[in-house]
Each structure stands twice: as structure tokens, then as C-alpha cells.
């Protein structure tokens, strides 16, 4: 059973950090994502790595500020999240994709989901 699986989300106030994990299990991904979505907003990109972890993008929203890496030993994805705003307040979700060849940007080209992590930064 393909599985991905979020942690480490809360309420932090502005400036604070959070680190947000998602293990994989029972299938290996070749790209891995970490998409949010706020209430009454579509979902947006946030980041996403390949396999290597050589080829990383980042929304331009939160550049300089999150960090995507991932520990392929332990199948786990990190979304490491720097002086967090009120507007990065969303449920966070994980995605993997099993294409070899890129990295998707967008949530209708990867193959699973995460059940999503609340993230809350207060002001």
C-alpha cells in the first residue's frame, strides 16, 4: 500500500520556524512535492525535488524562506520553513510522482497525496 504520510505542522506566530516531514512507504518516488492550500484558495505550488535531490524549485512566495530536502534512507521529504508570515497559514500537503524524466510543478501531475498537515502562523 502506497503511502505518504505528513508530520510537524502547528501554530507558530510570525518569524517563527516549523519543520514539516512526510514519509513515504511502499512505493519509491521519483519527484516529491509539498503543495498548501488556504481556506477558499486553490492549491499552490510550494516546492518540489527530484530523486537527487539535484533539482529543486521554489515558489517564488516563499524563496529565501522554505527549504525542501530529502533523506532517501528514510524515504522521508522535509519542508523546512523559515520566518513564517500570517499568509503561509494553509493545510500543507505532500505529493510524490513516480515520472522519471521531471519535476512537476503542478498537483494534477503527481500520483499521491498526503492526508495534509494544518499549518498557522499568527500575527
Known amino acids: 500500500q502506497v503511502q505518504l504520510v505528513e508530520s510537524g505542522g502547528g501554530l507558530v506566530q510570525a518569524g517563527g520556524s516549523l519543520r514539516l516531514a512526510c514519509a513515504a512507504s511502499g512505493r519509491t518516488f521519483y519527484a516529491m512535492g509539498w503543495f498548501r492550500q488556504a481556506p477558499g484558495k486553490e492549491r499552490e505550488f510550494v516546492a518540489a525535488i527530484s530523486w537527487s535531490g539535484g533539482t529543486i524549485y521554489s515558489a517564488d512566495s516563499v524563496k529565501g524562506r522554505f527549504t525542501i530536502s530529502r533523506d532517501n534512507t528514510k524515504s522521508t521529504v522535509y519542508l523546512y520553513m523559515n520566518s513564517l508570515k500570517p499568509e503561509d497559514t494553509a493545510v500543507y500537503y505532500c505529493?510524490?510522482?513516480?515520472?522519471?524524466?521531471?519535476?512537476?510543478?503542478?498537483?494534477?501531475?503527481?500520483?499521491?497525496w498526503g492526508q495534509g498537515t494544518q499549518v498557522t502562523v499568527s500575527s
Open positions: 505529493a510524490g510522482s513516480f515520472s522519471s524524466t521531471r519535476v512537476p510543478l503542478t498537483y494534477n501531475e503527481y500520483d499521491y
